[in-house]
């Protein structure tokens, strides 16, 4: 266990994290050719005072050389993110070998969470957060894949946290709730995010009241209400409505994130801060105003980084 490691155990560093989202996404989508070299996101992240960062190994780099480079750079890393279309019956031998690989980098990192999802739905990109199309027989199939995938997971150390999202075919509380019931509770864990629970009309407080025990890490995301009620009387898409300001940074939004985190203790696992698009004219700017939000509202938890 590296020195890095033993601080988090030791509680020197706490489980508090950012996601760099913000360099990768725009309100066009995804544009990884826009960010800036790894080693410049890695220094703007620890200079604005986070400790911790989500995992993202690159494809091309060893995990330890990955863990070295945080390490050289005062970070940690966090639990990651898994998607699949587990609704393609077809892909789930391939999911079950991809979700046992991502496990194994994960476990090589010292983790023991990861949050899992259902990939994006070009549909449900278009039409957000109201579950268009929905299938009883589509959702039966992501059942049993994300199953599939969750014990592979479980059998490397992993536990899976299951990621609600919008623009994905496990998106409304019917699908969600439908998800958690499947899965044997053995091998898939919750890993709320109150952005996108709050956008899909999904109430956070009786979700964490429901489901309390099985909670195993949470996404602290903020969201602008008349943004999302403008998408829905104009139409606008997933991205589209990212680009007209629909994240913001912690406290910058309309959701009451101190309740959500006061109704859920105790809790002492992993809080990964999420911008997917940066309000801030900048993503350091944006993570700065995270980081300043977690000093004024986590402190009273004992959890300042």
């Excluded at 449900?124 to 599939?148: C, M, S």
């Excluded at 139409?235 to 913001?248: H, N, P």
């Excluded at 696992?269 to 700065?288: H, M, N, R």
Aim: glycine residues 10%; charged residues 25%; contains cysteine.
């Amino acid at each position: 266990m590296s020195e890095a490691r033993n601080r988090l155990v030791r509680g020197d560093v706490k489980p508090i994290a950012i996601n760099p989202l913000g360099y990768f996404l725009t309100g066009r989508g995804w544009e990884p050719e826009l960010a800036p070299p790894l080693l410049t996101i890695l220094s703007e992240l620890r200079s604005a005072g986070f400790r911790a960062i989500h995992s993202d190994p690159p494809s091309n780099m060893e995990v330890s050389e990955y863990s070295q480079l945080l390490q050289d750079n005062g970070l940690l890393p966090a639990p990651g993110y898994y998607s699949a279309h587990f609704e393609n019956k077809d892909q789930h031998q391939a999911i079950i070998e991809e979700a046992r690989k991502i496990a194994r980098r994960h476990a090589e990192l010292g983790l023991d969470r990861i949050f899992v999802a259902s990939e994006l739905s070009p549909l449900r990109l278009r039409v957000p957060a109201v579950g268009a199309n929905a299938d009883h027989g589509r959702l039966d199939v992501i059942i049993e894949g994300l199953t599939l995938a969750a014990q592979a997971m479980t059998s490397e150390g992993i536990r899976p946290c299951l990621h609600q999202h919008v623009g994905t075919f496990i998106e409304t509380s019917e699908e969600l709730e439908a998800v958690l019931a499947g899965v044997p509770t053995e091998f898939l864990d919750l890993g709320p995010d109150t952005g996108h629970l709050s956008w899909a009309g999904i109430d956070m407080f009786e979700l964490i009241s429901k489901h309390r025990n099985r909670i195993g890490a949470v996404h602290i995301k903020d969201i602008r209400r008349d943004v999302v009620a403008s998408g829905r009387l104009t139409g606008a898409g997933y991205f589209e409505l990212g680009g007209r300001g629909l994240w913001a940074e912690p406290g910058r939004g309309d959701l009451n994130l101190d309740k959500f985190i006061s109704d859920l203790q105790p809790y002492d696992g992993w809080f990964v801060i999420e911008v997917d698009v940066a309000y801030e004219q900048s993503p350091f700017q944006s993570a700065l105003t995270s980081r300043q939000w977690v000093s004024d509202h986590l402190d009273f938890l004992g959890v300042a980084i």
